[in-house]
Each structure stands twice: as structure tokens, then as C-alpha cells.
């Protein structure tokens, strides 16, 4: 069972609709990550947390906003998004930011951009 | 640019029989190698670590490690249809200075057949 838990499990949401994906681990990690994957593609890293404090941002469009409220909690807020955001968004934690730890990952949310 | 690669499958073994799965990195200060299983539709389930050279077993499993030729490699014993899936190797790579990040290889869908 995975102690990496996200919700909602699916979303559909417009293009001008503002929501917000939940991710909260129980396993004491100090880094938290998101990451989107698309069909048939490997997963990318969008944004990094160590200790609370963003330390990786990918280069991601400013249409997502992520939020670590404390070292069990991310959320990552949506805005504008558009039909190509569509894709399975993935939470992690590990140890520590560094990537040399185990990522554990959460069950993901299916967005749906319409 | 630094990469993982896998072989791109897919791979279809008997049941009963040994799936050897392969991942080259390009980055030869990499220290963290991992090997994720992903059903389809689901997220990512990590199944081996590996950090030093030679072999690792768990179970069924056993990964293989080779720093100087910069090889990783999953070995599935006794394969069963449950083993079917998508099998992602990630591995830390340096993203520039001191940051590394986790970047997967584009993943092997292997298919065990009864």
C-alpha cells in the first residue's frame, strides 16, 4: 500500500476553471516532487521540495502554482490550463531532494483539460 | 544532454522464463539506480534500488549493476503474467552544479505470456 496518497484521483476542468491537486505523505520525507506524464512517456519533473523550500523548478508555465504548506502536504494549484496539460500528475516523496534516495510515488491524478 | 536508454521493447517471455531488462546513462557520476514498475494506467511502483557495483537480489528480482560501463540491468526470474507492465530504469543524473534529478529511460512494456 502506498503511503503517498492523492486526490482527486480524476479532475475535469475547463479552461478557465481554477482547482487545486492534494498530495500528502506519512513516511517523514523531506522532499516532496510533482511530476506529469504522459500516454506512453515516462514521467517529467515539474517542481522539487526539500525541506519545505522549492529547490527545482523545471521551467514550468507559470499556469501551475505549487504550494508545499508543510512537509507532509503539496498541493499543486491550476489556472488557464490548457488541453495539452491533460496528462496523469504524479506526486513523490523520498528522503531528501538530492534524487539520490528511493522516490516513492502516489496513485496520480487524471486530468482532463476540456 | 543526459540521458537514460532503454531498450525499447516490447518484450514478450513464456511464463516461466527470465526477462532481461537493460538501461544505459550517460552520466558518470550517477550514484542512484532504480528500477520502477507501472501497470497500465496506474503510477509508477519502484521495485529495486541499486548504488554499488555487482549484483542485487530480492525475490524474483535481481538487478545488475556496472558503473564503468555504465549499465543497469533488471533480471525477472520465473516470470509470470502478473509481471506484465512497463518497466522504467531511473537514474540520478546531474541537472547542472549541485542539483541532480531523477530522469527515467522511456520504459520497456513486457508481456509475459501463459
Known amino acids: 500500500d502506498t503511503e503517498v496518497t492523492q486526490t482527486p484521483k480524476h479532475l475535469v476542468m475547463g479552461m478557465t476553471n481554477k482547482k487545486s491537486l492534494k498530495c500528502e505523505q506519512h513516511?517523514?520525507?523531506?522532499?516532496m516532487y510533482w511530476y506529469k506524464q504522459k500516454a506512453k512517456k515516462p514521467p517529467e519533473l515539474m517542481f522539487v521540495?526539500?525541506?519545505?523550500?522549492?529547490?527545482i523548478n523545471e521551467s514550468v508555465p507559470s499556469r501551475f502554482s505549487p504550494e508545499c504548506p508543510n512537509s507532509s502536504l503539496l498541493n499543486l494549484h491550476l489556472h488557464a490550463l490548457q488541453p495539452e496539460d491533460s496528462a496523469l500528475y504524479l506526486c513523490?516523496?523520498?528522503?531528501?531532494?538530492?534524487?539520490?534516495?528511493?522516490?516513492?510515488f502516489g496513485p496520480g491524478t487524471r486530468l482532463t483539460v476540456t | 544532454q543526459k540521458e537514460v536508454e532503454q531498450n525499447s521493447g516490447p518484450l514478450s517471455v513464456p511464463e516461466g522464463a527470465i526477462a532481461s531488462l537493460n538501461c544505459t546513462y550517460s552520466?558518470?557520476?550517477?550514484?542512484?539506480f532504480f528500477w520502477y514498475r507501472q501497470y497500465s494506467g496506474k503510477s509508477p511502483e519502484l521495485i529495486m534500488s541499486?548504488?554499488?557495483?555487482g549484483d542485487k537480489e530480492d525475490g524474483r528480482f535481481t538487478a545488475q549493476l556496472n558503473k564503468a560501463s555504465q549499465y543497469v540491468s533488471l533480471l525477472i526470474r520465473d516470470s509470470q503474467p502478473s509481471d506484465s507492465a512497463t518497466y522504467l530504469c531511473?537514474?540520478?543524473?546531474?541537472?547542472?552544479?549541485?542539483?541532480?534529478?531523477?530522469?527515467f529511460g522511456k520504459g520497456t512494456l513486457l508481456t509475459v505470456n501463459p
Open positions: 541499486i548504488y554499488s557495483n
Open positions: 521540495y526539500s525541506y519545505e523550500k522549492l529547490s
Open positions: 513523490a516523496s523520498s528522503q531528501a531532494g538530492t534524487a539520490a534516495y528511493e522516490q516513492y
Open positions: 531511473a537514474v540520478n543524473l546531474n541537472s547542472g552544479g549541485s542539483n541532480y534529478k531523477l530522469t
Open positions: 513516511m517523514g520525507h523531506r522532499a
Open positions: 552520466d558518470r557520476g550517477s550514484q542512484s
